[in-house]
């Protein structure tokens, strides 16, 4: 059985942390799956929460429509498509306990993906069990994507707005499909006068949602402009490979 780990990151400022070093306590604990996949034929699923550490935690757990805006950023919204069961848990050190989570039966799976967010909370120990020491207690707020899945979904990707300007490129990773794209590598590749490549930079993707796209864009060096005569981007999508290519003129090196 796989768990994802997560080690809290905190609320803290950052500032904080690093000026703090040393200060900060956090909790560990793990969930399984990382992704809830619901359908017609499999309208409800288990999640498992572990707590890996040598104190008991408390969680609070909520759901949210997920959507994406025009750059990718995640776009929230109150929902009563998915329900779950329960909202409030403690786990015991190295204690496991389930969530039942479901599709509400007003919820049809329709011809586009539904996305939703699952967000577990760990929430403060009660007042009478809290350290005594100056520490920060450090807490943890993940999310679980959860897909209600089409009967029959179809994959369709593409680069579109792939502009070369002002020192930059800029390009969308555009899902045309029905259901999301899972994050992806992406290739940005300067080329030479006979294809040869000069420099290259790897992207990391995140979610691309049906019907959504995101926004990447890469700062070039005034010698990576000189050197290049063209750009290319290159990722792998779950349907087929996809590339697009652009020249670079005058106006990519421009200041």
Same mark, same amino acid.
């Given at each position: 059985? #796989?768990?994802?780990?997560?080690? /809290?990151?905190?609320? /803290?400022?950052? *500032? ?6 040393? !200060?900060?306590?956090?909790? %560990? ?18 999640? =498992? ?16 429509? *997920? ?9 929230? +919204? ?8 329960? #909202?409030?848990?403690?786990? /015991? ?18 011809? $586009? ?6 967000? $577990? ?7 009478? %069990?809290?350290?005594? @020491?100056? !520490? ?14 089409? &009967?029959?979904?179809? =994959? ?11 020192? +930059? ?13 899972? &994050? ?16 290259? #930079? ?7 949602? !049906? ?17 290049? $005569? ?8 779950? @349907? +087929?490979?996809? #590339? !697009? ?11």
């Amino acid at each position: 059985m #796989r768990f994802m780990r997560m080690t /809290a990151l905190g609320i /803290a400022p950052a *500032w904080w942390l690093l000026a703090h070093a040393g !200060a900060a306590s956090a909790s %560990t604990f793990a969930v399984n799956p990382t992704q809830v996949h619901l359908s017609a034929e499999t309208p409800s699923r288990v999640l =498992r929460l572990r707590n890996d550490g040598a104190e008991p935690l408390r969680f609070q757990l909520s759901v949210s429509r *997920w959507e994406q805006g025009p750059r990718g950023e995640i776009v929230l +919204s109150p929902t009563e498509d998915v329900i779950f069961f329960p #909202r409030l848990l403690s786990l /015991a050190p190295r204690e496991e306990r389930s969530v039942r989570i479901g599709m509400a039966t007003s919820v049809g799976t329709g011809t $586009v993906e539904k996305t939703y967010r699952l967000y $577990v909370q760990e929430l403060p120990p009660p007042q009478a %069990t809290a350290t005594a @020491s100056p !520490a920060i207690r450090v807490l943890t707020k993940m999310g679980i994507p959860i897909f209600i899945e089409p &009967p029959r979904p179809s =994959r369709r990707a593409s680069i579109g707005g792939l502009d070369a300007r002002l020192g +930059s490129v800029s390009f969308q990773l555009v899902n045309g499909g029905t259901v999301h794209l899972p &994050p992806q590598a992406i290739r940005v590749a300067g080329l030479a006068e006979g294809g040869s490549v000069v420099w290259e #930079r790897a992207l990391q993707g995140w979610y691309v949602l !049906a019907g959504a796209s995101s926004l990447h864009e890469v700062e070039l060096s005034a010698k990576e402009c000189a050197d290049a $005569v063209e750009v290319v981007i290159e990722t792998e999508t779950p @349907s +087929s490979p996809i #590339r !697009a290519r652009q020249p670079l003129g005058v106006a990519a090196c421009a200041p």
